[in-house]
């Protein structure tokens, strides 16, 4: 950046799973635009997103992507675009296609400045410096409020020699992309909203890193009310809360999920919606209302059991596994929609604990119940600690590290008895 002023044109880089009832561009990026076009900018922004979908082999059922021609062929786009500045948001899932992408633009003569954002800025400027040796500059942690003024604190960084931006922004002050015409809605459409990002839990294996510790409100009930009437008069079909998780028990946030329950009751939303519920931190409270409204869905990460795995992983410790039980026992009983999910090849795991699990969920009565392979990210606890453990792990088909192997080695076995989950739940821990 020359000077502060500089006319910046900027295009928004991100890949999605675009599904045919959600918005092609993620929900995170029009944040950013709308922060952007609100701020103290002198300039444009565009966004450009790739859709990974078209990579997915039904007949393989997996991901088969070509990365060093994906790579060029994004390239091309961006470098067609004419920016002068190509900010990426990087999830685990993109990482080592944008890194193909960046370093293909930074042999560009007159490629734009490269600006790298999202959950894969950690690790320090060192480790960042490393692995993304293209980039320009990072920005750390929620990015709204460099988004308003992105021409000046770019030109900073770049004085001062440091290229890592972090500022946080006044959460409460964040502008709905819904209200202001961002995300346009359609009848049938799947939405997302937030009350408050954050979470003070720390399990090792969870990418949703959380540098403050801390929980930060975002927007007021007023905004998430227009937002809950805008909608309903759209017809959306499910509203997806991207609370980490929404039963936060403290004073503050106990007070603002209740009375988002309490709006969705008074404005009638009949649309199907999804809340991440961390089991034992229930409350009567919560079950009283949630067994009133069956239009809500429990999302429950329950991941393990199994005690030893659970104090492994930064779960919980003695009398979790009965506290969780107990909470599970009673969200059944209320006949809450709930949908379960598990994680296999955990330390300390094995095929028969992990069996052991689904069979007490099946015996509290839940149907619906997935399980994923335990995925390892850089920057969090797992990633420094997997092979002490004796696992094992590969890149999948989106070069994530997933385990493949474990001390019992009966991995295989685990993920036959996930499959059956999916394919014949009645079967998967016979």
Known sequence: MRNSSEKLKVLLVSTNFCRPDEVRIPYGITCLVNAFMQGNNNGSIETFTYDLNEHFNE????????YEKTAAVIAEKIMEKGCNIAAFSVFAWSDELFKKTMEILGRCKKGPIIVMGGPMVCGGL????????????????????????????????ERSGNPLIKELPVFEE?????????????????????L??????????????????????????ETHRRELMLFKAAKVRKINVLDPYF???????????????????????????????????????????????????????????????????????????????EKLKEVAKRRIRTEITLIYGLPC??????????NSLRTLGFSKITAFPLQIYRG???????????????????????????????????????CLLSEYPEEAAA
């Not at 961002?182 to 459409?189: A, H, R, S, T, Y």
């Open 59 to 66: 007949n393989l059922r997996k991901f088969c992507i070509n």
């Open 349 to 358: 795991q094995t095929a028969e604990s992990f069996r052991n699990d689904v």
């Open 247 to 325: 039963n936060d028990v403290r004073a503050d946030f106990k007070e603002i999920s209740f009375e988002f329950l309490t709006l969705l009751k008074e404005l009638k939303i009949t649309a199907a919606v999804s809340l991440q519920i961390r089991p034992e931190t229930l409350t009567d409270e919560y079950l009283d209302i949630a067994e009133t409204m069956p239009n809500l869905i429990f999302e429950i990460g329950v991941q393990s059991l199994d005690e030893k795995v659970m104090r492994e992983i930064n779960r919980g410790g003695c009398g979790t596994k009965e506290k969780v039980l």
């Open 174 to 194: 964040l502008t709905s992309p819904y209200l202001s015409g961002l995300i346009p809605l359609k009848e049938g459409m799947t939405v997302r909203m937030e």
């Open 380 to 418: 969090t606890e797992m990633f420094d600690i997997y092979k002490s453990y004796g696992l094992k792990a590969e890149p999948n088909d989106l070069e994530i590290l997933e385990v493949c192997d474990n001390p019992a080695h009966d991995i295989e076995e685990m993920r036959k008895i996930a």
């Open 196 to 221: 408050r990002r954050g979470c003070l839990f720390n399990c090792s294996f969870c990418r949703h890193r959380n540098p403050e510790k801390k929980v930060f409100c975002v927007g007021c009930m």
């Open 126 to 157: 060192e480790t960042l410096r490393k692995e993304y040796p293209s980039a320009d500059f990072f920005i750390e942690s929620y990015g709204e409020k460099v988004f308003a003024n992105l021409g000046e604190y770019l030109y900073r960084a």
